[in-house]
């Protein structure tokens, strides 16, 4: 009903399947509903984060995302980090891989890692609206209640 009511297109000749395109009228809706969570969420305590697109896959390992959600994630990227050696020597630049966030929590997580904190810091409350990827199968995808792009507020306590 929603694409009915021209709030978002799924392209899937060009964009692809389960890759919404939010309509001016959609974004607006989005807007709103993410103003209200925003609202909520302050008068709770939340600090507002934003974190990238991607990630090594050290970060997802380390956090026990991997394998456990692989199948929902996308393939990794690989790329040539330059003056980033491999262990053997003489060995070319090592090859990292990079994974689309699926998740915010273990971005999250590093954030809450970054620097010492006391137990008088907590509890600590992040939230990020942000903008997550999962490799859906094409039979699971279906309108805007399986897509492969959304954005998703974890709220991390």
Not at 12 to 26: C, S
Not at 43 to 64: D, I, N
Not at 69 to 76: G, I, R, T
């Amino acid at each position: 009903i929603g694409a009915e009511m021209g709030l978002y297109v799924i392209d899937t000749e060009y964009v692809g399947q389960g890759l919404p395109l939010w309509l001016p009228k959609g974004a607006a809706l989005c807007e709103e509903l993410e103003k209200l969570a925003k609202e909520t969420e302050f008068a709770a305590g939340y600090v507002r984060v934003k974190t990238p697109h991607l990630a090594k896959e050290k970060m997802y390992k380390t956090s026990g995302h991997l394998p456990y959600y692989a199948e929902s994630m996308f393939p990794p990227m690989e790329l040539r980090e330059a003056g980033v050696k491999a262990t053997d020597a003489g060995a070319e630049d090592e090859v990292e891989r990079y994974y689309l966030k699926a998740m915010n929590c273990p971005h999250h997580h590093r954030i809450f890692a970054a620097e010492p904190r006391s137990y008088r810091d907590l509890p600590l409350r992040l939230a990020e609206y942000g903008c997550c990827y999962r490799y859906e199968q094409s039979g699971e995808l279906f309108g805007l209640m399986r897509v492969r792009a959304m954005q998703m507020n974890d709220a991390h306590l």
